[in-house]
């Protein structure tokens, strides 16, 4: 009956397999290389739990966001903040701060705007982030445009294992929440066809504003342990444009909407920027690359790398973009009323 | 107790009154067809009672209670439930997964063995597993009307709900609705199908301009000399 | 001393008057794409930025002075425009789940990839377009009026007239209102959507990318002054509604005096803040727009 004829149980061991092989390589990788690769996979680890959590609105939800870095920017003030000689906090204790900090900007700024259209959204986050740069730059006790500075008495170790920790975490918490619960349903409803999941008793503002909080609060702890892990803070290093840029860039080369597509666009964008950037040394070419590869993939891989994998098919967002043959048991294209979709 | 009242619902949109006073009940267990040319108002007629769009003016209530400006998903909580003119099916969701979406607050267990029964009631249990953007337009229709009926619902709307299906699925979906019906269910259907608005609705209301021009049985719509002059058409013979 | 004061105000307020003529200019061409191509544009900015750039080049290259280089300005980016369009239009027309979001990330890439490149090209030093043309201050009852500032705001005003006129006196203005009002419609009724969508595309890249120049010409810029002014546009056309034209006017004249007032009397450094803080208030209580005449959900 279906196209593709993948054996269950032989899938589920080859991904269970590669899982555990991934899983293997990442935890012991301190073990048998330098620091220098060390920070490299924290980097990865940090940016592919950024992409997933922007992923839980703009590829699960379908509301774009393009502020999500104000929530990176909020974790890491609040344990720079709390950090600050006088205060002292525990590193570990600063961290539910951020993610609380920021799933309370989440809600005062998703409630007015979840209940519009995706543009306001997109729209309003944006402004929060620009405006929260401008706020920080200007008052005193976040350092201004001078930062701050973190106690530098970690090791590298530390940090990597802090980071993976935490992106692993954030994937299994989007495993469980979004992909094998009663919540994922409603919000990959909400995203389908929000006018039908109203009919059917789904309250969508209140689905649309607990995947936007939670996706706020994730990347607010990723933020606390990069401002430990850098040691010096300023609005430029967590509260650029180009950070939410590249959470969006990430998700969706890797794959909207997918499980493993950010941790896979992630990877690839942020190895190659490495590379780049230790060959050409050029960071604003790196934004324009950035931008183009955005507006390619939009144009002509719509659902990303994992389009690629072949179990992936069947979950895929649009079959039509990479022209696969129409499937044979009562097939006849979907009805896709753009028209009825704004933005 | 009337399953649904309505009293002088009115609806505009800028200069346009889509529902300009409408006001007629639907007793428990009836099916009700609603009949009207292109534009009439039965599909904002539909909108404003489901709560997908708020009335300018007028009064609903469900179930002997007041539903009047309520969010669409509050009303079908309480016992509504539509199908669309264009079949929405969530289509990045297999059939299965947009069955189980639609499942009652509060039974999460029970919702999977229920999207069962139903797949099996509608005889899609061979296309469980498809993505619902697969689906041939008939297809799509037994889904939403799969997708209501999770949620067992007291009163339904019908919208257009058998519109360019195969005769096949046609008769699932009509044996479904007299099985409803037999169970207590209420039914308002808009249709163009005059076949089937004879054979399964006892009432019919006539809209057009957004005004109820007409109320009766089968027989008595179709000798209404200004309903057939304007909609229906005279019979072949 | 409240002579002083009373005069500053009025300074402000017609500094901020003038200065929302361009505001106006930029939002009138980004509010018609918005409802032509149902798109929100969030490269908006960056044509005013591009078109600054090239009301520099045009002095430093071509030796031409950049107010004389504004028909050439509209020409070039109408042409870009025209090429980025059809683009825009295929993204919007997809069988994505929302592919008016996928739009809309769309414009953010090539928003974003031209910033990079011309941070890469320019670096990031604050420039300002030299014009000789226009130059001078005016004085009425004590308050400066500059010159240029009042050439922006003659060129907003004759801009957007033209484009209303245009919108609302010719047949293809026509076909463009009643596209951005319904689409299907329209090309039921045998409007091109897709060509038209690429005229007013290019029609508000070439106005915008020309209103750059002349804000270039009043404060100085940077490479990186695109998304401020994304953000301008997108309040005054928040602010209007989504989708109307004729609240622009209003929304920018009053944006512009907005930011002047901060700037004078609360600190350059707030403007942003507030900004935002009043884009937020007006979403929070009117979202179709203070004057309630654009589609908000």
Same mark, same amino acid.
């Given at each position: 009956?279906? $196209?593709?004829?993948?054996?269950?149980?032989?899938?589920?061991?080859?991904?269970?397999?590669?899982?555990? $092989?991934?899983?293997?390589?990442?935890?012991?990788?301190?073990?048998?290389?330098?620091?220098?690769?060390?920070?490299?996979?924290?980097?990865?680890?940090?940016?592919?739990?950024?992409?997933?959590?922007?992923?839980?609105?703009?590829?699960?939800?379908?509301?774009?966001?393009?502020?999500?870095?104000?929530? @990176?920017?909020?974790?890491?003030?609040?344990?720079?903040?709390?950090?600050?000689?006088?205060?002292?906090?525990?590193?570990?204790?600063?961290?539910?701060?951020?993610?609380?900090?920021?799933? $309370?900007?989440?809600?005062?700024?998703?409630?007015?705007?979840?209940?519009?259209?995706?543009?306001?959204?997109?729209?309003?986050?944006?402004?929060?982030?620009?405006?929260? +740069?401008?706020?920080?730059?200007?008052?005193? @006790?976040?350092?201004?445009?001078?930062?701050?500075?973190?106690?530098?008495?970690?090791?590298?170790?530390?940090?990597?294992?802090?980071?993976?920790?935490?992106?692993?975490?954030?994937?299994?918490?989007?495993?469980?929440?979004?992909?094998?619960?009663? @919540?994922?349903?409603?919000?990959?409803?909400?995203?389908?066809?929000?006018?039908?999941?109203?009919?059917?008793?789904?309250?969508?503002?209140?689905?649309?504003?607990?995947?936007?909080?939670?996706?706020?609060?994730?990347?607010?702890?990723?933020?606390?342990?990069?401002?430990?892990?850098? +040691?010096?803070?300023?609005?430029?290093?967590?509260?650029?444009?180009?950070?939410?840029?590249?959470?969006?860039?990430?998700?969706?080369?890797?794959?909207?909407?997918?499980?493993?597509?950010?941790?896979?666009?992630?990877? $690839?964008?942020?190895?190659?920027?490495?590379?780049?950037?230790?060959?050409?040394?050029?960071? +604003?070419?790196?934004?324009?690359?950035?931008?183009?590869?955005?507006?390619?993939?939009?144009?002509?891989?719509?659902?990303?790398?994992?389009? @690629?994998?072949?179990?992936?098919?069947?979950?895929?967002?649009?079959?039509?973009?990479?022209?696969?043959?129409?499937?044979?048991?009562?097939?006849?294209?979907?009805?896709?009323?753009?028209?009825?979709?704004?933005? | 107790?009337?399953?649904?009242?309505?009293?002088?619902?009115?609806?505009? %949109?800028?200069?346009?009154?889509?529902?300009?006073?409408?006001?007629?009940?639907?007793?428990?267990?009836?099916?009700?067809?609603?009949?009207?040319?292109?534009?009439?108002?039965?599909?904002?007629?539909?909108?404003?009672?489901?709560?997908?769009?708020?009335?300018?003016?007028?009064?609903?209530?469900?179930?002997? !209670?007041?539903?009047?400006?309520?969010?669409?998903?509050?009303?079908?909580?309480?016992?509504?439930?539509?199908? %669309?003119?264009?079949?929405?099916? %969530?289509?990045?969701?297999?059939?299965?997964?947009?069955?189980?979406?639609?499942?009652?607050?509060?039974?999460? !267990?029970?919702?999977?063995?229920?999207?069962?029964?139903?797949?099996?009631?509608?005889?899609?249990?061979?296309?469980?597993?498809?993505?619902?953007?697969?689906?041939?337009?008939?297809?799509?229709?037994?889904?939403?009307?799969?997708?209501?009926?999770?949620?067992?619902?007291?009163?339904?709307?019908?919208?257009?709900?058998?519109?360019?299906?195969?005769?096949?699925? !046609?008769?699932?979906?009509?044996?479904?609705?007299?099985?409803?019906?037999?169970?207590?269910?209420?039914?308002?259907?808009?249709?163009?199908?005059?076949?089937?608005?004879?054979?399964?609705?006892?009432?019919?209301?006539?809209?057009?301009?957004?005004?109820?021009?007409?109320?009766?049985? %089968?027989?008595?719509?179709?000798?209404?000399?200004?309903?057939?002059?304007?909609?229906?058409?005279?019979?072949?013979? | 001393?409240?002579?002083?004061?009373?005069?500053?105000?009025?300074?402000?307020?017609?500094?901020?008057?003038?200065?929302?003529?361009?505001?106006?200019?930029?939002?009138?061409?980004?509010?018609?794409?918005?409802?032509?191509?149902?798109?929100?544009?969030?490269?908006?900015?960056?044509?005013?930025?591009?078109?600054?750039?090239? =009301?520099?080049?045009?002095?430093?290259?071509?030796?031409?002075?950049?107010?004389?280089?504004?028909?050439?300005?509209? /020409?070039?980016?109408?042409?870009?425009?025209?090429? /980025?369009?059809?683009?825009?239009?295929?993204?919007?027309?997809?069988?994505?789940?929302?592919?008016?979001?996928?739009?809309?990330?769309?414009?953010?890439?090539?928003?974003?990839?031209?910033?990079?490149?011309?941070?890469?090209?320019?670096?990031?030093?604050?420039?300002?377009?030299?014009?000789?043309?226009?130059?001078?201050?005016?004085?009425?009852?004590?308050?400066?009026?500059?010159?240029?500032?009042?050439?922006?705001?003659?060129?907003?005003?004759?801009?957007?007239?033209?484009?209303?006129?245009?919108?609302?006196?010719?047949?293809?203005?026509?076909?463009?209102?009643?596209?951005?009002?319904?689409?299907?419609?329209?090309?039921?009724?045998?409007?091109?959507?897709?060509?038209?969508?690429?005229?007013?595309?290019?029609?508000?890249?070439?106005?915008?990318?020309?209103? =750059?120049?002349?804000?270039?010409?009043?404060?100085?810029?940077?490479?990186?002054?695109?998304?401020?002014?994304?953000?301008?546009?997108?309040?005054?056309?928040?602010?209007?509604?989504?989708?109307?034209?004729? =609240?622009?006017?209003?929304?920018?004249?009053?944006?512009?005096?907005?930011?002047?007032?901060?700037?004078?009397?609360?600190?350059?450094?707030?403007?942003?803040?507030? /900004?935002? =803080?009043?884009?937020?208030?007006?979403?929070?209580?009117?979202?179709?727009?203070?004057?309630?005449?654009?589609?908000?959900?």
């Amino acid at each position: 009956m279906m $196209v593709q004829e993948v054996k269950p149980k032989r899938s589920a061991a080859l991904s269970a397999l590669s899982l555990i $092989v991934i899983i293997a390589f990442l935890a012991t990788l301190p073990l048998w290389t330098d620091d220098y690769w060390v920070r490299i996979w924290t980097g990865v680890a940090m940016w592919a739990g950024l992409a997933a959590s922007w992923n839980i609105i703009g590829g699960y939800a379908g509301y774009i966001s393009f502020g999500q870095v104000a929530f @990176f920017g909020i974790g890491a003030y609040a344990t720079a903040i709390l950090m600050q000689p006088g205060l002292d906090w525990n590193f570990f204790l600063t961290l539910p701060v951020g993610a609380v900090v920021a799933g $309370v900007f989440a809600l005062i700024v998703g409630w007015p705007t979840l209940r519009l259209r995706g543009a306001y959204f997109a729209i309003a986050t944006w402004a929060l982030a620009e405006a929260l +740069t401008q706020i920080v730059n200007t008052v005193d @006790f976040t350092g201004g445009s001078f930062g701050l500075s973190t106690p530098g008495n970690a090791e590298t170790g530390f940090f990597y294992y802090a980071m993976l920790i935490a992106s692993a975490a954030i994937y299994l918490i989007v495993f469980l929440l979004l992909e094998r619960s009663r @919540f994922g349903y409603k919000v990959k409803a909400v995203r389908d066809n929000e006018a039908a999941a109203q009919s059917l008793g789904i309250n969508t503002t209140s689905v649309k504003l607990q995947a936007f909080v939670l996706s706020a609060a994730l990347p607010a702890v990723l933020g606390g342990i990069d401002a430990y892990w850098i +040691t010096f803070i300023n609005p430029q290093s967590v509260l650029a444009g180009d950070i939410t840029d590249q959470m969006v860039v990430m998700s969706l080369v890797g794959g909207l909407g997918h499980l493993w597509g950010p941790a896979i666009g992630a990877t $690839v964008l942020y190895l190659s920027s490495t590379w780049l950037n230790a060959h050409f040394g050029s960071s +604003t070419g790196y934004i324009a690359m950035i931008g183009a590869l955005l507006a390619l993939i939009v144009l002509f891989l719509p659902d990303g790398l994992v389009g @690629f994998l072949p179990r992936a098919r069947n979950m895929r967002l649009v079959r039509q973009m990479l022209r696969l043959p129409e499937r044979p048991a009562g097939a006849a294209g979907p009805s896709a009323d753009t028209s009825g979709d704004r933005p | 107790m009337n399953a649904l009242a309505v009293s002088d619902l009115k609806r505009s %949109f800028g200069g346009i009154r889509a529902v300009a006073g409408v006001s007629f009940n639907v007793a428990v267990k009836e099916i009700v067809g609603i009949i009207g040319p292109n534009g009439s108002g039965k599909s904002t007629l539909f909108n404003l009672l489901s709560g997908t769009i708020p009335p300018s003016s007028g009064a609903i209530s469900l179930l002997g !209670r007041d539903v009047t400006h309520q969010p669409a998903y509050r009303i079908a909580r309480q016992g509504l439930g539509r199908t %669309f003119q264009i079949p929405t099916p %969530f289509i990045n969701m297999t059939v299965r997964e947009n069955l189980l979406a639609a499942a009652v607050e509060g039974e999460w !267990r029970s919702a999977r063995s229920r999207a069962e029964e139903v797949l099996d009631a509608l005889e899609i249990g061979h296309i469980a597993d498809d993505l619902a953007a697969t689906l041939s337009g008939g297809q799509q229709r037994l889904l939403e009307f799969g997708r209501i009926q999770m949620r067992d619902p007291q009163i339904i709307l019908l919208d257009e709900v058998t519109a360019g299906v195969n005769p096949r699925l !046609r008769q699932i979906i009509l044996a479904r609705v007299r099985d409803l019906r037999q169970k207590g269910k209420t039914f308002l259907v808009i249709e163009h199908d005059m076949e089937l608005v004879r054979t399964i609705c006892e009432r019919i209301i006539v809209m057009d301009a957004g005004e109820i021009v007409f109320e009766g049985t %089968f027989e008595e719509v179709a000798r209404n000399e200004r309903v057939v002059d304007a909609y229906l058409g005279r019979p072949e013979t | 001393m409240v002579r002083v004061a009373m005069q500053l105000l009025v300074q402000t307020v017609i500094d901020g008057l003038l200065v929302g003529g361009l505001y106006v200019a930029i939002s009138i061409g980004f509010s018609l794409a918005f409802g032509v191509l149902d798109v929100v544009d969030f490269a908006v900015g960056e044509w005013v930025m591009l078109g600054a750039f090239a =009301g520099v080049a045009s002095q430093a290259w071509l030796g031409i002075d950049p107010i004389a280089f504004l028909p050439a300005v509209f /020409v070039i980016f109408a042409l870009i425009g025209l090429l /980025v369009a059809p683009l825009i239009y295929r993204v919007r027309t997809s069988r994505y789940a929302r592919p008016a979001l996928m739009a809309l990330a769309f414009t953010f890439g090539i928003a974003m990839f031209a910033r990079g490149v011309m941070l890469t090209s320019v670096g990031f030093d604050p420039r300002t377009v030299e014009t000789h043309l226009v130059g001078g201050t005016m004085m009425i009852g004590g308050i400066h009026i500059p010159w240029l500032r009042l050439a922006g705001f003659i060129f907003a005003i004759v801009s957007t007239a033209l484009f209303m006129g245009f919108l609302f006196f010719t047949r293809t203005g026509l076909a463009v209102r009643a596209t951005a009002q319904n689409k299907r419609n329209a090309s039921l009724m045998g409007i091109d959507v897709k060509r038209l969508s690429g005229l007013v595309y290019a029609i508000y890249a070439g106005l915008t990318a020309m209103a =750059g120049v002349l804000i270039g010409a009043i404060y100085s810029f940077t490479a990186q002054v695109g998304p401020q002014y994304s953000l301008l546009a997108f309040f005054v056309v928040v602010m209007a509604g989504l989708g109307s034209v004729g =609240g622009v006017l209003v929304a920018g004249l009053f944006l512009g005096m907005l930011q002047a007032l901060v700037t004078v009397y609360v600190g350059a450094d707030y403007t942003l803040a507030i /900004v935002f =803080g009043v884009l937020f208030l007006i979403l929070l209580v009117s979202p179709q727009g203070v004057l309630r005449r654009g589609l908000a959900a």
